[in-house]
C-alpha cells in the first residue's frame, strides 16, 4: 500500500501540461471508444459521472465496459508517466473517485480537464 501511496503522490503532483504531453504521445493508440468516454467525461455536468452513466452515454452495454475501457486508458497514462498502481487504483490516473450513494463517481482530474480543454479535441 505504500508504493500505491507513493504513486499517488507522483500522480498528483503532475500538471495539465503534463497530461496534454501524455494525451498527445499516446493519441495514435487511443480506441475511439476511449475518445468517445473521454468526450462524455468532459462534458458531463461538473465533469462528474458514474460508471453506469458513462457506459449509457457512449452506448456501451453495462458499466463494466466502461470500467474496462477506462481502466485500459488509465494503465496508458499511466505507463507514459512510469507510474505503478496496484489494478484497483488505475483508475485514479483520470479521475477522483467517490462512492456516496452506493455507487462510484468519477470526477475528472481538473488536470486532465485543463489538457483535454488545452488540446481543444472536443469543441
Known amino acids: 500500500m505504500d508504493d500505491d501511496k507513493r504513486a499517488l503522490a507522483k500522480l498528483d503532483q503532475l500538471t495539465a501540461n503534463d497530461f496534454q504531453a501524455a494525451l498527445l504521445a499516446i493519441r495514435e493508440d487511443m480506441a475511439d471508444s476511449d475518445l468517445s468516454l473521454l468526450k ?3 462534458q458531463s455536468p ?3 459521472v458514474s460508471a453506469t452513466e458513462l457506459a449509457s452515454k457512449v452506448g ?4 463494466q ?3 474496462l475501457r477506462y481502466g485500459l486508458l488509465a494503465r496508458k497514462l499511466l505507463d507514459f508517466f512510469q507510474i505503478h498502481l496496484s489494478e484497483y487504483v488505475k483508475l485514479n490516473a483520470l479521475v ?3 462512492n456516496p450513494n452506493d ?5 475528472l482530474r481538473p488536470e486532465v480537464v485543463q489538457a483535454l480543454k488545452k488540446l481543444n479535441w472536443f469543441k
Do not use: G, M, R, S
Open 103 to 107: 455507487e462510484w463517481e468519477w470526477t
Open 40 to 42: 462524455a467525461h468532459y
Open 65 to 67: 465496459a466502461a470500467n
Open 60 to 63: 456501451f452495454a453495462n458499466f
Open 46 to 48: 461538473n465533469h462528474v
Open 96 to 98: 477522483y473517485l467517490n
